[in-house]
């Protein structure tokens, strides 16, 4: 990563969560959702769809539950436009965690993380096509059980930006991004995660008149991240089975 792009992330250290964060694309405007998510704070309005969810001191526990045959996903009922996100995690033997952005009627984009790597993309936001997702950033990077870290999701107009731990950022766009979004909320594969500090903003329309400079420094250190190692090859016997496997959604 560059030294100039370092200088750009330094001022994205963490935060309480009453404080909005440091940014990269957005101006934020006004406090929309804030929740400590600890067993004691006041709740946000949340769906909880599938998973176990237990607020404890230390945030809200979630773990996917077998019977579900599906991640564990919970939502916040408020509608977005510009804004901006940010929250803490901790990978509690979890596979997967995400923060994951709807519009009224599909997924519109998300962050990604699992224990080796860091994914941020746009969804596929129509299942049966033509649509498909796309990765704007797929890097290869540890997040150790028992560790905290910050993620700061950005979207304004067509662009969305995530940084994580004031250190690594991707960004994409896509013409989807325009449209109202909803629903923000978490994703957990496995068993478990715990997520505290979830504060959301709305954000003025117009990017930082620093954005295209960050833009550009931020393209440069995406080209250069290292990618994820190759998922292992299946043995013959694997790849002759009989079975399919049905695929996760």
């Known amino acids: 990563m560059s030294l100039r792009l370092l200088a750009l992330l330094a001022f994205l250290s963490p935060l309480s969560a009453a404080e909005a964060p440091a940014t990269l694309l957005a101006q934020p405007d006004k406090e929309l959702v804030a929740d400590a998510l600890t067993k004691e704070a006041t709740a946000a309005q949340w769906k909880i769809a599938k998973g176990k969810w237990e607020r404890t001191a230390d945030g809200i526990r979630v773990e996917e539950l077998p019977a579900d045959m599906h991640g564990a996903a919970g939502r916040v009922n408020t509608k977005l436009q510009d804004f901006v996100a940010a929250f803490d995690f901790r990978l509690d033997g979890a596979k997967s965690v995400s923060l994951s952005i709807n519009d009224a009627k599909e997924h519109v984009a998300r962050v990604l993380i699992t224990p080796t790597s860091l994914r941020i993309q746009k969804d596929d936001h129509d299942h049966d096509g033509p649509d498909k997702s796309v990765i704007f950033l797929n890097q290869a990077q540890a997040f ?38 909803a629903n923000p909320g978490f994703t957990c594969g496995g068993q478990s995660a715990t997520f505290r500090n979830l504060v959301i903003w709305s954000a003025k329309a117009e990017p930082k008149a620093s954005w295209k400079e960050a833009s550009a420094q931020i393209a440069e250190a995406m080209a250069a991240a290292p990618k994820p190692a190759a998922p292992a090859a299946k043995g013959k016997g694997a790849a002759k089975g009989k079975g399919k496997a049905k695929a996760a959604k």
């Open 144 to 181: 150790e059980a028992g560790s905290w870290h910050r993620v700061v999701l950005e979207m304004v107009g067509d662009t969305m930006v995530a940084t994580i731990d004031g250190k690594i950022s991707g960004f994409g766009r896509d013409e989807l991004f325009k449209a109202e979004k």
